[in-house]
């Protein structure tokens, strides 16, 4: 058997695992393709939330092997004219809806196309209104799987969704703005900011000192760790994805703060 038939399919999906869905999708795979590893990233991205779907897919679709197909299924059009999407990478492929969910991978992945998966031969025989994770995506991953070319799934197009990411900005030579991207289930506020930029500004202050400003709260203090911070107590750290991180020792940061994503998060370095 080839390489290919034994490709890993990843799920992202708001579908939660209380009712079948995500179960039926990985049935239709693996029904097309036995040989087919199926590796869940997470079912609980909150309802309709393409921002969250987008950052989750974007912390993990590196770690997994090349070749890896990333089907994503966060859908509030589902049913309409919107189209179901394969980009294709040198080293990862992603299906999805066309609505933007795929954003941080056309910022950070050079993809050689993105085609609009037109081919119902690669669609269940019965197509429904409201479950196309089923009958069209996790389908075209099943058959994408099995080694077929991506160009047979239909054509490329150029003018896909894309969602404004915020990026941080250097307003002037002492000040950093970023924001608050995504809020994970620990009550960490994880911002915009990564880390070769902050310390890069950080190198041109005096004592390498600075405040971060969020809301009514200045948070001064940078750790490693977690537990370098006492409890009820703000401060930053850079996590696993190396982005600036605001948060505090077994309490959640986002309770102490009252912020919520897209809030603006500035830095101001002592020059």
């Not at 250097?170 to 994970?184: F, M, N, P, V, Y």
């Not at 971060?212 to 996590?239: C, D, H, I, M, R």
């Amino acid at each position: 058997m080839s390489k290919e038939k034994r490709a890993v399919i990843s799920l992202t999906t708001d579908f939660g695992l209380r009712d079948p869905f995500v179960g039926v999708m990985k049935g239709v795979i693996l029904n097309i393709n036995p040989s087919a590893t199926i590796a869940d990233i997470s079912h609980e991205i909150a309802n309709h939330d393409l921002m969250e779907a987008a950052f989750v897919l974007y912390s993990s679709y590196k770690y997994f092997p090349p070749g890896t197909i990333h089907l994503v299924v966060v859908d509030p059009g589902v049913g309409t004219s919107r189209r179901p999407i394969l980009a294709v990478g040198d080293n990862y492929r992603f299906i999805a809806p066309d609505n933007g969910v795929l954003s941080y991978i056309y910022r950070e992945e050079s993809l050689k196309k993105v085609i609009a998966i037109t081919s119902e031969r690669y669609f269940l025989s019965t197509i429904s209104h409201t479950f196309h994770g089923r009958d069209i995506f996790a389908s075209a991953a099943g058959w994408l799987s099995t080694g077929i070319d991506p160009l047979k799934f239909g054509a490329p197009i150029k003018d896909y969704v894309r969602l404004s990411l915020p990026a941080p900005v250097q307003s002037d030579e002492s000040t950093l703005k970023g924001a608050i991207i995504h809020i994970d289930r620990f009550g960490n506020l994880i911002t915009n900011i990564d880390r070769a930029t902050f310390e890069k500004m950080l190198k041109k202050s005096s004592g390498k000192k600075f405040v971060l400003q969020v809301g009514s709260e200045q948070v001064g203090k940078l750790v490693e760790t977690y537990a370098q911070g006492k409890k009820g107590e703000l401060f930053l750290l850079f996590n696993s994805f190396g982005l600036l991180e605001i948060t505090s020792y077994m309490q959640p940061a986002v309770s102490l703060l009252k912020l919520q994503r897209g809030d603006e998060v500035v830095v101001k370095f002592f020059l």
